[in-house]
C-alpha cells in the first residue's frame, strides 16, 4: 500500500520523525559525552578534530549513495538501513569509549579505535536523512511541502534536546549508560519501522537509472549553503567544551557535561517550537527559509562570541536554533523546487554529502582556528563567513513549481508513476 502526495500521513510523519530524532539523540551523545572525556582518555583537542574529521569520511559517499539507493529499492528499506546501523554504531562508539574510561586502552590506539567505530556509524546512519527527506518530498505536495520537511528538522532539534537531557539524567549511573540506551531505543525504532511504516509513490520507475550527478548545477548553490553552514555549525559544537573550560574554568567533567548540555538544549528548544509550532502555522515559502537562516546564525554567533556569561551564552545558542530551524525547510525545500519529482532521493543524499562535507571539516577547521587564531576565533571566522553566504542567498534562484530550476527540458521516463498516482503540480 502507498501514500500520495497531499499533507503527509500522520503515521509516517511520527514514524520518519521518530527516526531522524534517533539520529539527532546518537550526534548529540557524541558531542555532550564525547567531548568532555576527550582529554580524560589521553585525547588532545587537535586529535581528537582530526579523528573524527577522518571517521566521517564516509558519510561524504554514504549519503549520495544511499540516496540514489532509496530511489532503487526503496525509502522504507533505506530508512531501516539507517536506522539499524545509527544504533549499532552507536553501541560501537560506546564500547569503545568504555575500554578508555576503564583505563584498558587509552591514547593513539583508543583514537584508532574510536574513529574505526564512528566511521562504521557514518556509513550506515548515513542513510537516514536522504531516505526520511525523500519520503517526505514523495508524500507531500508542493503547499505542504515546507511543513513535512519542518517536521524532519523539528525531530533533529527534539532529538538534540533529548541527547542532552537523557545525558544529564542517566550520566549519574554511568558516563557511557546514555550511549547504551540510545543504542537500545534506536534498534527498537528500526522494527517498529519494519513494521508499520509503508512504501510511498515513487515517482521514478526502478528500471531506469537517477543520472543526476554531483556536478548538477542546479544543486550547486544549496550545495554550497549546507557546507558552510554545517562547517561552521560543526566546528561551534565541537570547541564548546573546550571554550567552556578555557574562558569560564569549568573543568569538573560533571559539570562541564551540564554546561554544555544547556547551550544544546537551549538551541534544539528553539528548533523545536519554531519547527513544531511556527512553522506549521505559518506556511513560510522554502526561499524565504532559505534567506533568513544566515543573518540569524551571525546574530547567533556575535552574542556567543561577546557572552558576559552562560545566561547570556544559552541566549545566543537560543538564536542559533531559529537559524537551524530555517536551514532543512529552508535548503532542502528549495532544492526539491529545482529538480524532477524521480530525483528527490538522489537530490537529497547529493545534499547530504553537502552538509557532510561541512560537518567533517567543521572539527578540524575548528579545533585549528581555536588553538591558533584564539579561543574567541571559531565565533569570529564563522561570523564572517556565514555574513558572506547570507548575501549569496539572495541570488539563487527558486522555482515556484516543481522542476523549474531544471537547466534543460527533463520529461519523465516511460512509466514513472504507479497507477492512480497523481501528476506532479
Known amino acids: 500500500m502507498t501514500d500520495t502526495p497531499g499533507q503527509a500521513p500522520a503515521q509516517a510523519r511520527l514514524l520518519l520523525g521518530l527516526g531522524v ?24 583537542p587537535q586529535g581528537f578534530g582530526i579523528a573524527l574529521t577522518l571517521a566521517s569520511l564516509p558519510l561524504i559517499f554514504g549519503a549520495p549513495f544511499w540516496g540514489k539507493r532509496s530511489d532503487v529499492i526503496g525509502r522504507k528499506p533505506v530508512f531501516i538501513i539507517g536506522v539499524t546501523g545509527a544504533a549499532t554504531g552507536t553501541l560501537l ?23 574505526l567505530a564512528r566511521a562504521s556509524y557514518g556509513s550506515a546512519a548515513s542513510a537516514i536523512y536522504p531516505a526520511a527527506t525523500a519520503y517526505m518530498v514523495d508524500v507531500t505536495d508542493v503547499q505542504n511541502r515546507g511543513k513535512g520537511l519542518a517536521i524532519i528538522g523539528a525531530a533533529n532539534g527534539m532529538g538534540s534536546v533529548l541527547g542532552p537531557v537523557m545525558a544529564g539524567a542517566l550520566a549519574f549511573f554511568g558516563p557511557l549508560v546514555p550511549m547504551y540506551v540510545a543504542s537500545a531505543i534506536g534498534f527498537g525504532g528500526a522494527v517498529m519501522a519494519w513494521l508499520l511504516l509503508r512504501e510511498p509513490v515513487r515517482h521514478a520507475d526502478p528500471r531506469n537509472k537517477v543520472v543526476m550527478k554531483l556536478s548538477d548545477r542546479r544543486l550547486r548553490p544549496f550545495l554550497i549553503m549546507w557546507f ?4 561552521t555549525f560543526m566546528a561551534l559544537q565541537l570547541v564548546i567544551s573546550f571554550y567552556l573550560q578555557d574562558e569560564y574554568g569549568v573543568t569538573d567533567p560533571k559539570d562541564l557535561v551540564r554546561k554544555a548540555s544547556l547551550m544544546l538544549i537551549s538551541m534544539a528548544s528553539m528548533i523545536v ?71 528527490q532521493g538522489a537530490t537529497a543524499g547529493f545534499l547530504g554529502a553537502g552538509n557532510t562535507l561541512g560537518a567533517i571539516l567543521g572539527p578540524i577547521v575548528g579545533t585549528q582556528i581555536y588553538t591558533h587564531v584564539g579561543h574567541h576565533g571559531p565565533m569570529i571566522v564563522g561570523a564572517i563567513g556565514l555574513t558572506a553566504l547570507s ?18 527540458p527533463r520529461p519523465a521516463p516511460a512509466a514513472t508513476q504507479e497507477a492512480g498516482a497523481p501528476a506532479p503540480p
Open 228 to 231: 558552510v553552514f554545517f562547517l
Open 93 to 115: 562508539v560506546a564500547l569503545v569509549l568504555q575500554l578508555g574510561v576503564s583505563g584498558i586502552l587509552t591514547g593513539f590506539w583508543l583514537l584508532v579505535l574510536f574513529a
Open 273 to 343: 517550537i519554531v519547527q513544531i509550532g511556527v512553522l506549521q502555522v505559518v506556511k513560510a515559502r522554502p526561499k524565504t527559509l532559505l534567506r533568513l537562516l544566515g543573518p540569524f546564525f551571525v546574530i547567533a554567533l556575535i552574542i556567543i562570541g561577546t557572552a558576559p556569561n552562560l545566561i547570556v551564552m544559552a541566549v545566543g545558542f537560543a538564536v542559533l536554533g531559529i537559524s537551524f530551524a530555517c536551514a532543512n525547510p529552508g535548503i532542502n525545500g528549495s532544492a526539491s523546487m529545482c529538480v524532477e519529482p524521480w530525483e
Open 21 to 44: 530524532l534517533l539520529f539527532a539523540i546518537g550526534q548529540s551523545l557524541t558531542f555532550i559525552i564525547v567531548t568532555p572525556l576527550a582529554r580524560q582518555v589521553g585525547f588532545t
Open 391 to 408: 548575501i549569496y542567498a539572495f541570488t539563487i534562484k527558486v522555482p515556484d513549481r516543481w522542476g523549474g530550476g531544471s537547466s534543460r
